[in-house]
């Protein structure tokens, strides 16, 4: 069969990776899914792009302007770019494209970011036939104007759902590859776009193998049937200590959270001072050094190290928190005895909670460990596994009184990871999975969101983000840092810390 994955079958100028799951779509207005995202990266384009410093530079805009106010966006489109179709794009393609994404019928579960356009909401309520934000200069200049504010708007553009598409055929993008195949729960097939103007592909092509299970995924790399894998944990430390393939090993610092959420809406942790007692339980660093081998770096906080651009304070000043004055310690760490003491305090030794988590093994085995040390601070843990849907399911109906689940930056601010997960208007899958509501927060989130310039805006997250870590809807464990392991004919492989960044245009080959 042509597309075998055995070495002799293989598609000659292909590299070969793999996917631990079908992609739900590739539809840029309806992926929510990393392996969506991905893939559509390098099919699809936008105006704007991030670069290796996650810096915002022009793709098919060619330069842009922000007004004094921060309300417009004027965007100078690239003469000659085209579709697959062959069909220059023009400025009314990107009406179209950011349109179709706020209009009911498309069901698009990304309207969030375009919700902040003058007119999006009388759009999608049908008052309008147009959004009245979107607007058509001329053929190659499109300005977005805003309802207010908002800082992150730029870097949101970046995303899949700011893709341009034709109206006439909206699975044919402008990317360095284009789709050839795609046998749903086996493999898709890119090869790659002779016509693109971004740049020189160095692939004839990339062919995606759906291989759910870690281990059948390392038997394929390990047999030359995988170019790139990532490493599961289970793989981590036997490749680590191979001569031959330890060399071969990459890295890259991920722009994530992995945490413990406590449900904060009802008992037992509605109560503040038990949720910090759970963090001040838990030996976060001796996992992250022996359980998870130090393969990320320990959270202060639910900001990525790489996105906060302020110290968090060792010691509050002048703000109160249930109680506590200015020498408590923002940044909690393990104090087993200061648990039991609060438990104590609170009358709560011997309560009993719900952790849900996935049946993944690797969820399961670190459960346990946390299980075991609330335990000793007097906490009754018990653990129940759910296969990945019915498991979302749940928190996002706030069945869980505690979950374990961690937090990818879709584009790189810190107000994607304060505004979705701690904004009392997020409960449930929007992200707030926590419950988690506080009027104060609420309002520094959003005056964060809303300031013209970087120095406001740091300010305002970061007192944001020191109210959150007093009142501990989180215990934040680590930021997990990236390992993949390439095959020795594979050059120029990079990774990437947002998804959409890797167009995969570096990769080459050479036997």
Known sequence: MLFSCSPSNRLDGYVYYRLNANPTTLDPALITDVSGASIAAKLFNGLVKLNDDLEIVPDIAEKWE?????????????????????????????????????????????????????????????????????????????????????????????????????KEDIDKGTGPFILKKWLHNRELILERNEKYLGGNVKVKGIVYKIIPEDLTAVTEFELGN????????????KFKKDKHWSSRIISMKGLNTYYLGMNSSRPPFDNANLRKAVSYAIDRKKILETFYENRGRPAQGPVPDLLRKWKIRERGQGSRVNGQGENENLVI??????????????????????MY???????????????????????????????????KDAINKGEA?????????????????????????????????????????????????????EKDRNRFYRKAEEIIIKESPWVSFWHRTDFLVTQPWIRGYKVYPIYTMDKGMDVRIER
């Open 66 to 166: 922000v007004s004094k106010d921060g309300l417009r966006y004027r965007f100078y489109i690239k003469k000659g770019v085209s579709f697959i179709n062959g069909r220059e794009v023009k400025a009314q393609d990107f009406k179209y494209a950011f349109e179709r994404v706020l209009n009911p019928k498309t069901k698009s579960p990304n309207t969030w970011v375009f919700d902040k356009v003058e007119g999006a909401k009388e759009f999608q309520k049908r008052i309008t036939r147009e959004v009245k934000g979107f607007k058509v200069i001329d053929g190659y200049t499109f300005e977005i104007k805003l309802k207010r504010p908002f800082s992150p708007f730029l870097s949101m553009l970046t995303m899949t759902p700011a893709y341009v598409i034709p």
């Open 226 to 237: 995988l170019d790139v894998i990532s490493l599961p944990a289970s793989a981590y430390s």
């Open 333 to 354: 760490n393990y104090d087993s005895l200061k648990a039991k003491e609060i438990i104590k305090r609170e009358g709560m030794s011997g309560i009993k909670a719900k």
């Open 357 to 391: 988590v996935t049946a993944d093994q690797d969820v399961v085995d670190l459960a346990e460990i946390i299980q075991s040390y609330l335990l000793s601070a007097g906490i009754a843990v018990d653990i129940k596994q759910l296969e990945w849907s019915a498991y």
């Open 401 to 453: 009184d505690m979950f374990w689940l961690s937090w990818w930056a879709d584009y790189p601010d810190a107000e994607n990871f304060l505004f979705p997960l701690f904004h009392s208007s997020n409960f449930g899958s929007a992200g707030n999975r926590t419950r988690y509501a506080n009027k104060e927060a609420d309002f520094l989130i959003e005056q964060g969101q809303n300031a013209l310039n």
